[in-house]
């Protein structure tokens, strides 16, 4: 059975710094990662989508990384900004035969703070 | 439309009452996912349509949930006799699904139903 975990659950850090999220995952055979953001009382915004052949993505001031023979990803975020506190959540596409239906498997999400 | 579509976007509702959350998924996206979050948990997979056929409710919570969609395109979730448990934030997503899984998901706002 998939799992996903993030590490830490929770990130209070000063504008400015930069800063790296953590995300697990049991099984490698994905077809993909995607991080989402959320913020509070609001539905999830993509933030960044990894195919599994693929080992990292950018947009902006976010970078992604997958390595997917050890189950990893990380969202490294430059110079953080009070405007990047949310929830970031980390999902898996599970790939495969038997569960095809492409369904996301979620980590619990860390919580970000940027202090101004 | 250009985004996914959630109606209404909260809803109160009194223990033991029927409710029907919609979902309006970009057009042309054959997959379609319900999902839950409820206070201080991840997000909870509920059901997966690929056109207007469900292949996997495996989340659905229990017999008094209930989803369709038509015309491969809208999507209801009912909810009957609810129950306070039933509290959350539905979330609605949808996705491209030619040719495996390689794309990314697109969320809706969400419904955040109140069961009083």
């Known amino acids: 059975k998939q799992e996903v975990t993030q590490i830490p659950a929770a990130l209070s850090v000063p504008e400015g710094e930069n800063l790296v999220l953590n995300c697990s995952f049991t099984?490698?055979?994905?077809?993909?990662l995607q991080w989402f953001r959320q913020d509070p009382g609001k539905g999830l915004t993509s933030l960044l989508l990894i195919q599994s052949s693929q080992r990292e993505q950018t947009s902006g001031r976010l970078n992604a990384s997958l390595d997917k023979s050890s189950g990893r990803s990380t969202l490294y975020i430059a110079a953080s900004q009070p405007g990047d506190s949310a929830t970031y959540l980390c999902?898996?596409?599970?790939?495969?035969?038997?569960?095809?239906?492409?369904?996301?498997?979620f980590g619990q999400g860390t919580t970000l703070q940027v202090k101004p | 439309g250009a985004g996914v579509s959630q109606s209404p976007s909260n809803k109160v509702t009194e223990k033991g009452k029927d409710v029907e959350l919609r979902c309006d998924p970009i057009?042309?996206?054959?997959?379609l996912y319900w999902y839950r979050q409820s206070l201080g948990q991840g997000l909870e997979f509920l059901i997966y349509f690929q056109g207007n056929s469900a292949p996997d409710k495996s989340g659905l919570p229990s017999d008094r949930f209930s989803a369709e969609r038509t015309g491969g395109s809208v999507s209801t979730l009912t909810i009957q006799r609810t129950q306070q448990e039933d509290s959350a934030v539905y979330l609605c997503?949808?996705?491209?699904?030619?040719?495996?899984w390689g794309n990314g998901y697109t969320f809706g706002s969400g419904t955040r139903l109140t069961v009083v």
């Open positions: 099984d490698s055979a994905i077809y993909n």
């Open positions: 997503a949808s996705s491209l699904a030619i040719r495996g």
């Open positions: 999902a898996v596409r599970l790939g495969g035969r038997i569960s095809n239906t492409g369904k996301l498997i």
């Open positions: 057009s042309g996206h054959t997959a």
